[in-house]
Structures are given as C-alpha cells and as structure tokens.
T-cell receptor
Framework: DSGVTQTPKHLITATGQRVTLRCSPR?????VYWYQQSLDQGLQFLIQ???????AKGNILERFSAQQFPDLHSELNLSSLELGDSALYFC?????????????FGSGTQLSVL | SQKIEQNSEALNIQEGKTATLTCNYT??????LQWYRQDPGRGPVFLLL?????KEKRKERLKVTFDTTLKQSLFHITASQPADSATYLC???????????FGKGTRLLVKP
C-alpha cells in the first residue's frame, strides 16, 4: 500500500458528461501529480501541484482541470468527455518539489466513456 | 522534441538469467533518472534512483547504470525470477517546474 488513495476505482459515463476524480496523498506529502495511462500512449503527465499551487503542466487538455485543496487532497475534473478520454488515471504524491523526488502512486481510477 | 524511449517489445527470459532493459532519452539533461515497476492494473512502484555523477547503483538483485554521454540508462535484474515479471518504466525530470516524464515501459516475462 503506497498510502495514496484514489476514488472512485471505476467510473463509467457517457460522452459529453463531466466527472471528478479524487486523490488523497500520503501523509506529509505536499506534491500531487496526475497522469493518464492508455495502452498506446503510456503514462502521460498531466499536471503537478505543490502545497495548493500549480507547479508544472504537461499535456493536459483544456477540457480537464485540477486543483489541490488546503487539506492537500486533489481533484481532477474532466468535462465534455470523449471516447478517447477512456483511460486509467493515476495520482501520485511526493514530499516536495526537488528534482530527485520519488513518486508514490495510487491504484488509479479506470474511466470508461461510452 | 524531448523523448524517452524504451524497447516496446516484450523481453522474454529464462528464470535465473540476467534481464537487461534499456532507456534512451533525447534533448534532456537530467540530474537524476529513476526506474519504476508496474504490474497490470496497478500504479507504478519506485525501485531505484541514480544521479548523473553515479555510473552505477545497486539494490539487491537490481543494478542501474547511467551514461550521460550516451544519454542512456540500463536496468539489470540478476538471477531473475517469475515474480520479476512486470513492466519496467524509466522516468526523469529535467528540473523543478518541469514535467515528470515516464517512458512507455518494457514488459519483462520471466519463464520458469
């Protein structure tokens, strides 16, 4: 158990809908990262937050947004969903923002858009 | 553009042999490189980190090398076991404020 909690584990929804994925980092970790993993693309970095502030941004679509709350949990909001958004979404956490931080991953949320 | 490349073909080896996985990167100058293990349907798990001034790092049956001239890291598992079967990912970040990037991973299958 990594100590990172993601909910829900599975999510099935329809195109055009909006969903929210939730992540609670390990106790004491201030950084949260979001990744999207599909079979052909591998792990795609979406965004990183540190202590409530956006720290780094990857290939995150404009339809997607995220935030980190004062209690350090984070939410990833996906809107106007398309079939291609079906993927496994991972959250990871680390202590801080140093370049040598190692990441601890949650077990992921499997999103299926029908 | 910046890329991390890992052999996309699965690596099949016999139990007891040494598995060697390759990670190549272009247009990065990372100070650190990391390796993770991922089992099907689960999140990656950190294995090893190596610094740019370290040529080699070992942990039990695992060994990682880092050649900043070749822009390559090699990941070795000695005396491999069927339980080592998984996908292995390399990862790096060039600096603070930059994306933390993973390769697509190489699937290792150790046959008994």
């Amino acid at each position: 158990d990594s100590g990172v909690t993601q909910t829900p584990k599975h999510l099935i929804t329809a195109t055009g809908q909006r969903v929210t994925l939730r992540c609670s980092p390990r106790s004491g970790d201030l950084s949260v990262y979001w990744y999207q993993q599909s079979l052909d693309q591998g792990l795609q970095f979406l965004i990183q937050y540190y202590n409530g502030e956006e720290r780094a941004k990857g290939n995150i679509l404009e339809r997607f947004s995220a935030q980190q709350f004062p209690d350090l949990h984070s939410e990833l909001n996906l809107s106007s969903l398309e079939l291609g958004d079906s993927a496994l979404y991972f959250c990871a956490s680390s202590v801080g923002v140093a370049t040598n931080e190692k990441l601890f991953f949650g077990s992921g949320t499997q999103l299926s858009v029908l | 553009s910046q890329k991390i490349e890992q052999n996309s073909e699965a690596l099949n080896i016999q139990e007891g042999k040494t598995a060697t996985l390759t990670c190549n990167y272009t247009n990065y100058s990372p100070a650190y490189l990391q390796w993770y293990r991922q089992d099907p349907g689960r999140g990656p798990v950190f294995l090893l980190l190596i610094r740019e001034n370290e040529k080699e790092k070992r942990k039990e049956r695992l060994k990682v090398t880092f050649d900043t001239t070749l822009k390559q890291s090699l990941f070795h598992i000695t005396a491999s076991q069927p339980a080592d079967s998984a996908t292995y990912l390399c990862a790096l970040r060039e600096g603070q404020g930059f994306s933390f990037i993973f390769g697509k991973g190489t699937r290792l299958l150790v046959k008994p």
